[in-house]
């Protein structure tokens, strides 16, 4: 196992000023349609990018071949300067460790409580926590999303707006150092999803995270992004600022802003 | 499409060869070409579950709940299926053993068809839609919804979680759901003597296992065992292969049940052919 990649059970933050996702000429087909075309992109220490762009442009697939999930047909995608592709079973189980994933349907196990969902990711990668300490970290991760009072809930209790906030609060348990955010407002009323996009904040200043959030809310890339990328035809569009975004006369990114 | 799929290959060929081939012939070749690569992957879906089970930090919490939900959750169902199974059996066979004055080996046909063929066969196909099509629906609906995705991202293995767990507790738990159904189905047999005659439970036993032989019991739990695998493999396979949308769960559930009530007859076919040879 790669020495660097295996820190234990207590996650290391990240002090590499740079890059903790290089992405170069990615490119994922599936069957007779090509999704991802070329796609290159990094993403800086600290740094909250959005990733904008129509429904089948590929956003979901990009932060899937990040984590593996799905496997490139051809480039390179560099994850705390490690290859992912070429990494063995074991050092990406411990690379994603390190990177905590909101699922866009908030993919909560259902036949497990609230606190059983936020203790299953706490037991296998922070394996040296007693019980206690367990307890005490679920409840810190319940309190950060306002939802302590769900504690021994059912998925199937919840709202739309709290299986939000409780997968929230189940990647953030395990201290990641990456989030990657799938449609995160999707479906939720304004209100709940301007407290989804504050939650989101709130985490990078709180774990000091660096983080991708796919969307095509553009309410929430104003609010929680530093950067923002468009992908369109499987290719990055636009990279830039929201002023840049914002005071762009392209007709596609207008589309977006008005 | 990817150049090397067969469809695309035909395709080229017929065109270097300026062939003319109908779009039914390519639509086949395309069935065809899914069939087997569905084949294969059921294989390698096996392949990789033995792999798992022998690979360390087994999930033994898991194992025991499976087995709680396969085995005990099941009980209700298979007591009721293995009394009526004992009880229509004897009042089927009733007549025709009168007709040849041969009643007194009513308990002995009954036991011998229930042990060797009717209790392993019934439980496993009751199983097959029980618990095949549970594991089908389940894990589909898990798939669907992100949830073995979560699974992976969190430094869980899926396959190890939830596949192997499954597999491992059906094929443990059927043989013992098979040996209480054949218990059951005696004691339905017994219920059944009685309605027309009159005989003493310990004379039943007694008729019975006297007809019975260690060649009768073996095999046929054996067999369980292959059944349990293959339930357990075919509804965790569908449903862990199952597609994106909420149709497909239906669907895989649907196939779970279908294919490994089909596999468990083939199963038997061959466990009946290996017995004969002995």
Redesign the interface.
């Given at each position: 196992m790669d020495p660097l990649l295996n820190s234990a059970d207590v996650p290391v933050k990240n002090q590499n000023p740079g890059q903790v996702i290089e992405i170069s000429h990615l490119r994922k087909g599936f069957?007779?349609q090509e999704v991802l075309k070329d796609v290159s992109l990094k993403l800086s220490n600290g740094e909250n990018l959005a990733v904008l762009g129509k429904s089948g442009s590929g956003k979901s697939v990009l932060i899937?071949c990040i984590?593996r999930?799905f496997s490139p047909d051809f480039g390179t995608i560099k994850v705390l300067g490690k290859d992912v592709n070429t990494l063995n079973?074991e050092d990406l189980?411990?690379l994603?460790?390190k990177?905590g994933?909101l699922?866009?349907?908030g993919?909560?196990?259902?036949s497990m409580t609230v606190r059983q969902n936020l203790e299953?990711?706490l037991r296998?990668?922070r394996r040296n926590l007693s019980q206690k300490e367990i307890v005490e970290k679920v409840m810190e991760a319940l309190e950060n999303v306002g939802l302590s009072d769900a504690y021994n809930k059912m998925p199937s209790q919840l709202s739309g707006g709290m299986r939000k906030r409780i997968s929230l609060a189940?990647t953030i348990v395990?201290d990641p150092l990456i989030m990657l955010y799938d449609e995160p407002t999707t479906g939720l009323d304004p209100v709940t999803s301007d407290e989804i996009s504050l939650l989101i904040n709130d985490i990078q200043k709180k774990y000091k995270t660096s983080s991708i959030i796919i969307t095509h809310d553009i309410e929430c890339a104003r609010n929680t992004a530093n950067r923002l990328i468009m992908l369109h035809d499987g290719e990055v569009y636009k990279d830039g600022t929201l002023k840049e975004f914002e005071d762009s006369s392209d007709t596609l990114i207008r589309s977006f802003f008005k | 499409?990817?150049k090397n799929h067969p469809v695309i290959i035909v395709k080229n060929l017929a065109k270097q060869q300026s062939i003319k081939i109908s779009e039914k012939a390519i639509a086949k070749t395309a069935d065809a070409h899914n069939l087997l690569t569905d084949i294969a992957d059921f294989f390698l879906f096996l392949s990789q579950t033995c792999k798992e089970l022998f690979s360390r930090n087994f999930e033994f919490r898991e194992f025991l709940h499976q087995s709680f939900q396969i085995g005990y959750k099941s009980v209700p169902l298979i007591s009721v299926t293995g009394f009526i199974m004992g009880l229509v059996l004897t009042i089927q066979a009733r007549p025709s053993l009168v007709h040849f004055g041969a009643v007194s080996l009513l308990p002995g046909m009954v036991a011998v068809s229930l042990i060797r063929e009717m209790g392993p066969v019934i439980t496993a196909l009751i199983c097959a839609g029980k618990i095949g099509s549970g594991m089908g629906a389940e894990l589909g609906?898990?798939k669907v919804?992100?949830?073995i995705?979560?699974?992976?991202?969190?430094?869980?293995?899926p396959m190890k979680f939830l596949v192997v767990t499954r597999v491992l507790a059906a094929t443990l738990m059927i043989p013992v759901l098979v040996l209480y159904a054949d218990a059951l189905g005696l004691f339905g047999s017994w219920a059944g003597s009685n309605i027309k005659g009159d005989v003493s439970f310990v004379l039943f036993c007694s008729q019975a296992f006297s007809h019975l032989e260690f060649i009768d019991f073996i095999p046929a739990v054996i067999k369980t065992f292959f059944f349990g695998a293959v339930i357990g493999l075919v509804g965790c396979y569908k449903g862990y292969t199952a597609g994106r949308g909420t149709e497909s769960v239906g669907i895989a559930a649907n196939s779970a049940v279908v294919l490994s009530s089909l596999l468990v007859i083939i199963v038997d076919l061959i466990a009946v052919q290996i017995t004969d040879l002995l």
């Open positions: 069957d007779i899937k984590v999930l079973s189980g411990e994603r460790k990177i994933f699922f866009q349907s993919a909560l196990y259902d299953f990711p296998r990668i189940r395990v | 499409m990817d609906s898990m919804t992100e949830q995705d979560a699974m992976e991202v969190s430094s869980t293995n």
